[in-house]
């Protein structure tokens, strides 16, 4: 019998290179630490319901250390995790990084930082990933499978052109009143955004419009940023529930994995991991390992390797994130208007700004205020408590938030190594290029303008640069080329230092285009695994 496929870690690319594995007859055997939330309560209520019938309502949306509060002036950020989610972020005895320039989330749950997402399903076009080692056509045929695993709903609008469509596009979600005089008006001054090189449109969302399977639709219920509580948003944890139908996948959570022990050749012969209950080691033969635990996790792993294996210290160069700017606007028409909370919470529409060439792409995606407990605007208010209710309730309905994505490319002086401690723990730099700010100050140039244009005002100073870092758009570390090299992978991620193992996720990504990159991380999982892996 053919040996397992072990796979490090159960996120996004994780699941869907495990999928594809075993729907080609293959077996796969998963490591995974696999965290867990608690279930979500009363999923039939809507998020008021549950201020009302919750036994402790305080503590589910604040928490019990009131954690989710995020007061004026202590902290940058404008919106935090809610306490439903913290579990999302808690990592393992022992692990540890330091930083310099870069902020980075790490998720060591069950479905990893795929349960925290807001669902954006963008797919890169040709352009965008013309430096990909691999015909554009492998990746878009994967896109279309994981489209149709996942259930990805939107429209083929102004948008298209930078969102290529794909195969099992779902009908859009219903738009909330918002979202709707936004795209009312952009039909109005269409003509003028679109020869500045702005578009507007629907976003890709992998939230179900329809029933899929066991899936149910969207109940709009306002809930989307506590947790999808009928399954409608997708998240990895759902395919790794399909993976545990087949009888050649193995499943084995409470494990951190800390490096490979290579054999003969460099090949990877077993790994390595600890049982966080016991605290004991355990080695797990292998043959062909798929690294999926996030580029910064599984570089990690790479590093610890080398490491144990005599290499001594490596820097790994060319970590990417995605700069995010975000844009707070009031919509003037809105004001006033009353606002209904049962509605999708995340974005529904997106804003395409055209570059010179198609890695100059920058993407919006906006999201109307609907049922989330702060915003920007409040926070800032120069007033007494009672005053500012009362102007937050008259302007709820008018509050929306463009979040604006840039591109990244790979350079020398962003890296990650180990230290050089007893106990080696991860080291990360980031430093932006010198032509960032001018790129951020054009971009917000076109954005504002396009809002006045939409009968929107950003409001003076409300504008923020989120670190990076903080969009959790990981990559770069160990590329895919076409010409061998050091700390490469092949066209279909197979590593050129150790044969045999193979990186799944991001770090393998040669540049990064403008776009939420998780819908990317699936299809080019399942691409890797259907060319190393295929039918048996």
Known sequence: MTPPVTVVGSGASGVHFALTVLKNGGRVRMLDVGIQGAPQPLPTASLNELKARLPNPTDYFLGSRYQAVHLPGDNDEYYGIPPAKDFIFEAPDGFGHTSDGFAPLFSFARGGLGEAWTAGCYPFSAGEIADFPFPYQNLAAQYDEVALRIGVTGAIDDLTPFMPAHAHLLPPLALDAHSTRLLDDYQRVRERLNAGGVFVGRTRVATLSQALGQRQPCLYLGRCLWGCPNGALYTPSRTLGECLTYDGFEYVPGVDVSHLRLGVGGRVAAVVARHIASGTEQEFSAERVALAAGALVSTRIFLTTLLRAGAGSVRLSGLMDNRQLLVPFVNLKMLGQPFDPDTYQYHLLGMGIAGETPLDYVHGQITTLKTALVHPVLQRLPLDLG??????????????????????????????????????????????????????????????????????????????????????????????????????????????????????????????????????????????????????
């Open 387 to 536: 005053t500012s209710t009362a102007v937050f309730r008259f302007i709820h309905a008018a509050l929306g938030l463009v979040n604006v994505n840039f591109p990244d490319t790979r350079r020398p002086d962003n890296y990650v190594e180990l230290t050089s401690d007893a106990r080696p723990q991860l080291s990360i730099r980031y430093a932006p290029d010198v032509a960032e700010p001018s790129r951020i100050d054009a971009a917000l140039r076109r954005v504002k303008r396009a809002l006045r244009a939409l009968g929107c005002i950003v409001p003076p100073g409300m504008v923020h640069i989120r670190p990076m870092g903080a969009s959790v758009h990981y990559a770069g570390t160990l590329p895919m080329t076409s010409e061998p090299g050091a700390y490469t992978t092949t066209p279909d991620g197979e590593s050129r230092d150790m044969p045999g193992l193979y990186l799944v996720d991001g770090a393998t990504f040669p540049s990064l285009p403008a776009k939420n990159l998780t819908f990317s991380l699936m299809a080019n999982a399942a691409r890797i695994a259907a060319a190393a892996f295929p039918s048996a």
